[in-house]
Structure formats: C-alpha cells, structure tokens
C-alpha cells in the first residue's frame, strides 16, 4: 500500500495532493511554470519529498489533470496540420456548421480554421453511407496531394473522407500511401479515431487531434521523465475530459480526451464523495474566480456530454447556440459553465439594471480590496463588504486586503448610483451573482429533466462556499455539503478516476429490424480496440470491463439520448422500454408507436484498479500556512435577518452535533457561510455539511 | 410606482432593486429550456438542424416578456400569435387550454409556420401564456415543403388553420389532430414537432408557475412590468448614442417568380432623439408570386436588424419595441392584403434587412458591413415517392457568406445576424435521403472587390436518387447581386441549374418547379458579400494571402485589385503593382 498522487495544473498554481494509505490527505500548492509546466510540477514534488513528508518510491498511483491540450489550441502552438479530404469537400473545415454563437452580434469573428485552405487537399474517391466504394481512391491524385502538403511544410496530417464512419478503407488506403511518401509524419485518420456520422464534426475532431498530438505527446514524455528523475515510478496516468483517466501511450496518440482534463477532476472527487454518502446526488458547484461551473452527479455517476467546444469563450445560452470555438466530438462531463466568479465586474447598464460579469478582474488588479489599482468593483468586493469574507487578509494570511478599498468602490458604482445603503448594494449583488450561477445549474438539472430539489449543492473552489448557501436556496436546494480543502478540491479528485478508454461507431439500424449477430460483431470491434488500449496499459485481461451503451433517437429526431445496453434480454426489446422511459423522464412525452433507431454504438472500457483502496476515514492536514480564525465579526444576511454577529470558526470546531447559523468557518482558502436559520454539522470525510431552514428562504 | 420620477436614468422599484434582474434572468432561463426542448424533440430537418422555430413568454395580458433564444427572425412575430387567440378567444380562454393557429393573416406569418399559445392560470386567475412555434416541413398545399414560390393565392398553400383551440380543459380535440394528419405529406415528422411544441408550452407553464409562487401573482405581474420599463429605457438610452437624422435606401428581389420586373423596397430611415422610425413606403405593392410579407414578419425584421446596433443584453421583450415604429403601408409587399400568397416570404425578410443596413450603413458608416448572402436567399424544396412507396421530404435553406467591411473581409460561409441557421451534414442528407452531395465548397474569385474582400460564394451540388420528384427552387440576387459600400463592388452573382443525368445542362429562372430524376444534380451557387472600401485601397499582403489560399486567382487579383502575383510559391511582383494601381487610382477616390 503506497501513496496516491494527484496533480493539477492551473494558470496560477499547479495543487499536489498526496493521500496516504492511513487516510491522509496532504496538499501542497507551488507556481506553476507556464514554459515548461512539467518544471513545476517537479519542483514542487521534489520540495514535499525533501521535507519527508512522502517518500517518491511508495508513490503507487499518479493521475495527472491537465491544461496542455487546451492551451495549444488557445494559443495557436499546435503542430502545422494538413488536410486530406473527398473531392468536393476541401471547404467543409472552415464552412463548419455556419451557425454563430451570439444572436445579432455584427462583430462576431468565426474562428480562424486550425488548417487553412492551401493546407487542405482534396482527393478523387467516393464511399456511399453503406460503406460501399463507389468511386476508386485516385491514388495518382492522392500522391500529388500529399506531395503538395508536404511541400507546405505540414508537420502532420489529418485525414478526414466523406462516409467514412461508413467504412475507413480509402481512409486506410491514404494514410499507407502517406507512410510511404513521409514516413515519419504522424497521421490521424477519422475512420480510427471517431468513426461517427457528420463529417464537419469528425473533420473539425480529427484535425484537432492532429493539432495538439506533436505538443502533448513531448509534453507526457518530459513529465514522465522528470518524475521518473525524482525516484516515481507508478505509471502517470492523465484525466480526461470524461472522468475516466488514461496512461500516456493513449493520451499522446488520442489527445483530444484532454480538452477538459482539469474540471473533470471536481466532478470525479464529488462522484466518489457521492458514493461514500450511499449514491446521495449531488450538484457539484465549483466557483472560481472569473466563472463558475456546475455538474450533477448522482449514485457515483454523472451524465456526460458527446463533444465540447475549444476556445469559444463562456456562453449562458451555450447549449442552444455554439460553433465559438474548435468543435470537438469527444466524451466529457457535461458541465455548465457561466462567467461568473468572485473577480467578475459590477456594474450598472445602460437601463439602470445591475450586471454580473462575464468580465473579470482577474489576479490583475484583481478585486478593489486587492489594493492593486482596481477601482471597478467586484463580486468579492461585495462579500468583503457583507462580512462574508475576512476583512483584513485571504488565502490564511497570505494576501492582505483593504475592506475600505470594497467598501469605497461598491458605494460609487453601485450604492449611489442605485440611491441604496451600501449594505443593501452589497447583496443585492451577491444574490444577482447567484442568479447567473443558478443559470449553470439549472442548465445541468431542470434542462435535463431533473428537479435540483432532489439534490444537495457540493459547493467548491475558492468561492463556492461563500456563495452556496444564498444560491441553494435560491433553488430550493435544503442541502449543501463543503468538501475539506475547498480550493484545491479539484486536485483531491485526480485521487479517484478510473481508467477508461471511449469509443464510439456509427450504427444507423432501425430497432425493430435489428440483427443481434451484427449488433454483436460491432460491439466485439469496439471491444478489441478497448481490449488493446487496456493491455498497452499494463491491465490483465481479467481486469478490464466493458460497458456498452448505445446512442438512440426516435427516427428523424435531432439528438440521441444515450442509454447502457443492458445485459437481461434481447438488445431490441431492453433497449426499446429504457428508450421509451428515459425519452418521457428527459423531455416530457414518450411515443410508443414510432421506430427507434439506434445511430451510434459506444463502449466504455475500463481497467479496474489493483491499487489501493481510498479509506473512509480521509482527513486532512493541509501543509501550509493557515492563520487560526478567531473571534467574532459583523456579517449582512439580507433584509430578512440584517446585520448579525457571526461567530468565526474552524473546521475542526465543528464536530458531528448540529451547530445552529449564523456561523463563518473560517480556512485556508475559503470561507463557509452559514446563515441564520441554517445548521451546520461535520460528517464524513470532514465534510461540512449545511441544512438549510426554510425551503422557500428568500 | 410608475410615477418615481427618474433620476439619471435610473428608477429603482420600490422595496427590492434587485428582483427585476432576478425575474429577467429566470424568464430568459426559462424561456430557452423551452427551446432547448423543442431544439431536442422536434422531427424535421428544419426545425433541428436550421433551428427554424421559436419560444417565448407572455405576461396575463399577452405582453411579451422573454423570448428564447432561437430565430432573430421571429422576434416581435410571436405577440400577433397570442394576441390573435386572445381576439377570437376573449374571455373564454380557461385553464388547461391550448391553442394553436398557422394563419398569416391571424397570428403566423406562412403556414409552415405553426404556433402552439398555452395560457397559463394560478388559482384560476391567468399570469401569462407561453408559446412556441417551429417550420414544419409539410404543410400540405400544391408543392412538397409548404414554401413555393409560384403560389398566388393563399388557398393553394396548404392547410390554413385559424386560431383553434387544440386543447380544451388539459382534453386534445383529436377532430383537430386528424385534420392536421391527413393534410400533410409527412404527418409523423408534422405531429412529432407539435408535440415538441407543446412539451416546450408545458414547461414555459412550469416555469411561470414557479415564479408565481415564488413571488405572488401581483407582485410577479408587476416585477413584468418593471422589467419591460427597463428594457425600454435601455434601449432608448442606446439608440439616444446613435447619430440624429433620416438616410434613405433601395434595393431589389430581381422578381416574385411570376413576372419578370424587380420589385422596389425602399427604407427611410429616422433616428430622432432616442426612437427610430423604419418608413417602406416607396416600396413595390403587393405581388402575385408568393413572396409577400406580412406585417408581422417586416415588423420582427427591422426589429431584428435595430437589435444588432445597441446593447447585445437588452433582453428581448416587448419593453424593447417600443421605441421602434415602423411604417408599411398597407397593400404593399411587406404589409399585403388576404389573400395573397405568403409562404415564401422568407426572402422578402432578407431584402427588407438588407435594405434597412444599407440605411443603417449611411448613419454609422463605421459599424456596418456590405451586403452578405449570409441568409437564406435559396431555397431547395425536394419531394418524391421510392420504389418502395415511401414519401421523400427534403427542404434546405442555404446560407453562403458575409460582405465586407469596415473593418475585416467578409466571414467566409457563416450565417448572418438574421437566422442562425446550420446546414445540413452531406452524411446526414446521404444517410437519410435519396440524395447525394457532390460538392460544398467555396468557390474562388466571388467575393466584391474591395479594401475589405466580401465573403466567397458556396457551391452546393445534389445529386438525385430517384426518378420523377418534385424539385422547387426560390432563389434570387441574380440580377441585383448583394452591394457594396464606400466604393466596394458587389459580390458576385447568384446560380441555379440542373445538369440532367444525360449530361445536357438545364437552365431555368430564379424560381421554379421542375421534375427530377435520379443522376440529376442540381447546381447551386449562391452570391458572393459585397466588398468594403475601394479594392484600389486593399492591403496587397492581404491579396496575396487570398491567392495562396485559392480564395482569389491571380488573373481577379490583377483585374480587380491591380496586385500582380506571380512564381511559386505566389508573390508580390510590388513594382508592377505599384505601376498598375497607379494608373488606376486618378478615377477613384479614397
């Protein structure tokens, strides 16, 4: 039994958490290195090492989150990619899907195509939707083509074909006459990496891919070096966006699983607090401090989302409007985002309303109280000024603030303008930021069919338990739970995930004539491709377990609801009733006299872990500086309640008895609010958990 | 409490400032859960994949107060739904009701159009009504798609259903469903989206209900009106910041279909303290063809197009119309008399904002760009029957490029401020359909000359699987292509034709009905975005980026920009581009 160990990366700070096999969580948080992150990382270890409060050989798993994919795209650093296509179809890259992200914006810009035109060629070839050939691939032309890539200077190449998820052998046909012509080019082609229908979504997927392949594969390699330099030799896993965790042979081939490695890693942690709690469901609410973020997990699961978006910035209306970004048709937790966080702006718009963000702060000025030059005020600026937040020093004592500073620019920009008391300002803007938040946690719940009432708020990141309370009950959510070290909870997650490996293929086939052998052999190519990916990762084969799930719609419908195949009678009638009920829970209505079809099969394999397993009784010992909270201080809960004194405590002063509200508990890297009415009390896990008083509470 | 006087623009509520913005976010919330479930539910091609539909919310006296976020279009559109019901209904309009209308002349504005209106009652009393509305893609009437062009009565259009009530007491009338079944092509694509519709009606009704529980009826009637008071002043504070005066503007539809002549639509634009004034008169009457647009439809289109120039988080209710008037004299193509036929009124929406920007584009020169062909000037109408019995569906809009100007080139492929629409993927078509993609692609030299480049022109080829199918077309900007402005040329022109499996090349006007067979491929290329600015004035590095890209030739280079490119890799030959724009610069000015 040896150490887990997880890593995440931020712009800031790269968090390192260390669980022990006695259940002791240790954290340490170091600057990142944005040259080399990897350097930082290092770093970082090499210092909790020296200090011996780990030893580098009992290290026995790593799981990595990462934001290196993301930035390649976001900063243009990816590889110089080139761009096979069917004759007719060289545009479909930067044609995309047409549709804009924002209504009535003449400004918008559609993003630059990551490959442009004179690095998109087209060849002479036909594959009908059956997967019949109906044209030969003109290998003459194809040759020309390729040369002409590789005199662009191409670093790698992307093939994408028309019908291909149909079947991928002119696509394979291609890529050996590439080989042959440039060996040593690396090579992505669609029919391998996502053989799914829509060809501007596997184009766009495929070519990313090839994109950030060159700068993630060099990155994995150095990290791994460099903790092998340090005496790790547990196998480095990375996050990806799916929640599952990959070795680094898949992650540097299949990149694109990356995208959201970093905010998967908090849905995984409050999934396996989820099932600790006995599948208790829970919204995991993680607030920041330029946007918030929210994901709803329940019985250990959360519900995932086909493909994501790069680089296409926050949207509220997201999910209707998209095409902001680079599409990318990967697996990932389906988390809402909305630009909201404790650095977002306040100010007054043109018709006297009072608006949240989305721009920020950021760490520069960052919040008026900072003291650093900014007069805007922001989000926390007013938590300053209720009392929510410690009116002379953040973070344990480490960044001083000035309350008079929040005090000064929410009364001029705000107060004054509105003719109100500072204290009224002050919350009314912290209860106009909760309504963009609920917007995000609507998006996961009510969008999906499902009441927030049912579940409990996991609020985390450095603002979540400040404002958890105020927007639970402004969902009528009774519950809320703080997880220990909120700010770094993300890190703690990397703790959990487990290996996992998607796939997915297209299989357009009527239910009612659905062929079982056929269904059957698709599942068993999925299967073997998850077998091998598995077995590159060290798993026996009676480790691995495959989960099949298929993608269904009723004919002619838009989206496809996904469902587990279960394994209890035949794939045609189980799949039918589950359709029909999951269909009347997501959207209202069922039809039992319309065809069901099946479009995509997916298989999810999994490599069950030999390691060790998270003990119940986790607590934690925060190797850092933290200044004891102490005393007592005035805090405004509203018109309601007014101003009260709250007691300021630690976490360890709670203990498994309720503890009635108003209570500020008080750590290293956030606050949590408990109003009045509310009651407090500690339970697994050192987990906070609150009930609130009333569920129809202002 | 309308009586507080205002201070700075400034009026805050009574006891709680801060509600209103709480009330504004959880109606545009609600409002786009409605949508999200009819982007998800419904059927057609339409409705998913060109998001041709929309949802929104009414307070208990049919006022709007959130739309979701779906068509531009349609915004301003769906109060006449619900008002019509409200007139043919009156006071006998009761809990569990539903209704539902497609009458242009009544609450739609083209029959494809069908508009569910559920009024929504707390304790017996009526708080507001959610409505929803979608394009199906059948409607019954001559032509497959309920979008033909050539109709010239309202009759021949398909099934016309006034504002019925489609529910009684929460109980269908299935009278009125079976109705509906049997007049269209495709009733289960038809049905399914009604339903989706009104699943999004029931959950606009939850989420009212919630508020109003929340907050009390009177007190959530009045936070509605607050709400609409604020969107006003926001936005007559914007359009106060726009330049004062009156600019005036023409353009054309080169014809309705039916007779050849252009038809004239003429805007006269006023901006005037903080209200703005959209004058059509001048324009062409009322024509034969089906193109006409009701005042509805050319009342949410200079809606749309005054949206795009204040502030983008003005919430859309009906706070937001009122400092907009606009003028369309009655018996003229954008306000015709019944029975004019309607249903292809969609292009005449296009004209309509491309006349009221080039209006715009003489007040704020520096904001707006040149004309674009990024909405949906073509329409591809397809129907047929396989060996196998099985009816054939298929209607597409297309949607090309954006014109140039005044500060970028024009957007290459991507759709306007007008529609969001998506295409179709070519796998999905060839998946589903008797019908083959053979080319989508941008097609080099198109785009209007100019310091800023107007957007390329896209190809769109089907290849047919069947034999004797209907095919209709409605396109246009052949003969009046999209503008340029500030001395940019006009993008190039649209083009439709047929090559039959034979090889031999049909051509045919702008609009038209034909029959095809399978090995036919129709060949669609729609206008190039006018250009910004002198060409003389671009940028030659920027000339010669297009013509490594292929997007320009090096021949249009040199005829339209007077940039000389030669070698490979292409260059600049800057001496003889120098010499050439020399010769060329005395006629223009700058």
Known sequence: ?698 | MNEVPVTAGIRPVADDPFARDLVKNALATIADEMALTVARTARSFVVKEALDFSTALFDGKGELIAQGTCLPFHLGAMPFAVAAVMKEFGDRIGPGDLFITNDPYDGSTHLPDIVLVKPIHAAGVRVGFAAALAHMTDIGGRIPGGNASDSTEIYQEGLRIPPSRIHRAGVPDENLFRLIERNVRVPDKVLGDIRSLIAACGQGERGILELVARHGAERFDALCRDLLDYTERFTRAEIARLPKGTWNFVDHLDNDGISPEPIRFEVTLTIAADEVTIDFTGTAPQVKGAINCVYPFTLSTALACVRSMVDLSIPNNAGYFRPIKVIAPEGTIVNPRAPAAVAARGITGIRIADTIFGALAQAVPDRIPACGANAPDVGVSFGGYGPDGRSHVFLEFLVGSWGGGPWRDGMDACTGTLVNYSNTPAEMIEAELPIAVERYALVPDTGGAGKWRGGLSLDRHLRFKLDGATLQIRSDRRDHPPYGLEGGESGAPAWVDIRRADGRVDTFPQKFLTTVDAGDVLRVRLAGGGGHGDPMLRDPERVLADVREGKVTAGHARASYAVEIAGNPPAIDWPATAARRASRVTTTGA
């Not at chain 1, 299989?507 to 698709?522: I, Y």
Request: aromatic fraction near 6%.
């Open chain 1, 1 to 698: 039994m040896g150490y887990r160990l997880g890593i995440d990366i931020g712009g800031t700070f790269t968090d390192l958490v260390f669980l022990a096999p006695d259940g002791q969580v240790l954290t340490s948080k170091v600057l990142s290195t944005p040259d080399d992150y990897s350097r930082g990382i290092a770093e970082g270890l090499a210092a909790v090492f020296a200090a011996g409060q780990a030893r580098a050989d009992a290290v026995d798993q790593v799981v990595h989150g990462t934001t290196v994919a993301t930035n390649a795209i976001l900063e243009g650093k990816g590889a110089r990619v080139g761009l096979l296509t069917t004759e007719g179809f060289r545009d479909v890259l930067e044609i995309r899907r047409l549709r804009m992200p924002v209504l009535y914006d003449i400004n918008w810009q559609k993003p630059k195509p990551l490959v442009d035109r004179a690095r998109r060629q087209e060849v002479a070839e036909r594959i009908d939707a059956e997967g019949r050939v109906e044209r030969a691939l003109d290998r003459d032309g194809a040759a020309a083509a390729i040369d002409a890539l590789l005199a662009e200077g191409v670093e790698a190449i992307a093939i994408c074909l028309l019908n291909a998820y149909a079947s991928g052998a002119h696509e394979e046909e291609l890529a050996a006459l590439v080989a042959a012509r440039a060996p040593g080019v690396p090579v992505c082609i669609s029919s391998a990496l996502l053989p799914e229908i829509k060809e501007y979504e596997r184009s766009s997927t495929t070519v990313v891919n090839a994109y950030i392949m060159p700068v993630v594969s060099r990155y994995l390699r150095l990290l791994t070096s460099g903790l092998h330099g340090l005496g790790v030799t547990a196998p480095l896993r990375v996050m990806q966006s799916s929640g599952g965790a990959m070795g680094v042979e898949a992650a540097s081939t299949r990149p694109i699983h990356l995208i959201e490695s970093g905010p998967a890693a908090g849905v995984v942690g409050a999934a396996e607090l989820s099932r600790r709690l006995g599948g208790r469901p829970l919204i995991a609410f993680d607030m920041g401090g330029t946007t918030a973020k929210a994901a709803l997990v329940s019985d250990g699961r959360f519900d995932r989302v086909g493909s994501l978006e790069v680089g296409g910035g926050i949207n509220i209306a997201g999910r209707l409007l998209n095409g902001g970004g680079y599409h990318v048709r990967a697996p990932a937790i389906d988390i809402a985002e909305v630009g909201a966080g404790g650095g977002s702006l306040i100010r007054i718009d043109g018709g006297g309303g009072v608006r949240v963000g989305p721009e920020s702060a950021g760490a520069m000025p960052g919040p008026a109280c900072y003291g650093r030059g900014g007069t805007q005020p922001t989000v926390t600026d007013a938590n300053v000024v209720l009392g929510f937040v410690n009116p002379a020093y953040l973070a344990g004592g480490s960044i001083p603030i000035d309350a008079e500073l929040s005090r000064r620019a929410l009364a001029e920009h705000v107060a004054g303008p509105l003719g109100l008391d500072l204290e009224a300002a002050a919350w009314g803007v912290h209860r106009v930021a909760n309504a963009t938040m609920a917007r995000a946690l609507r998006a996961v719940s009510t969008e999906r069919g499902r009441d927030p009432r049912d579940f409990s708020v996991l609020a985390f990141g450095g603002n979540g338990p400040i404002h958890a309370a105020a927007l639970a009950a402004s969902l009528d959510v009774r519950r809320i739970l703080i997880p220990p070290v909120p700010g770094l909870f993300s890190a703690l997650g990397m703790l959990f995930p487990d290996t996992e490996h998607h796939y997915v293929r297209t299989f357009k086939h009527g239910l009612d004539q659905l062929d079982p052998a056929q269904l059957e052999a698709a599942f068993g190519l999925l299967e073997a491709d998850g077998a091998k990916a598995l077995a590159e990762d060290g798993y026996a084969p009676a480790a691995m377990r495959f989960e099949r799930m298929a993608d269904l719609r009723y004919l002619g419908e838009n989206s496809e609801l996904t469902l587990p195949l279960r394994a209890d009678g035949p794939a045609r009638d189980v799949l039918r009733v589950d359709f029909d009920a999951v269909h009347e829970t997501t959207y209202g209505y069922h039809s039992a006299d319309e065809v069901v079809e099946i479009v995509n099969l997916r298989v999810v394999a999994r490599g069950l872990s030999s390691g060790p397993r998270v003990p119940d009784g986790l607590s934690v010992s925060a190797a850092l500086g933290s200044r004891a909270p102490e005393g007592r201080r005035a805090v405004h809960f509203g018109p309601d309640h007014g101003t009260l004194e709250a007691e300021v405590v630690g976490r360890r002063a709670i203990g498994a008895a309720w503890e009635p509200g108003p209570l500020l508990i008080e750590e290293y890297d956030s606050t949590t609010v408990v109003p009045p009415g509310a009651r407090v009390r500690r339970i697994l896990w050192d987990v906070l958990e609150i009930e609130l008083a009333d569920p129809r509470g202002a």
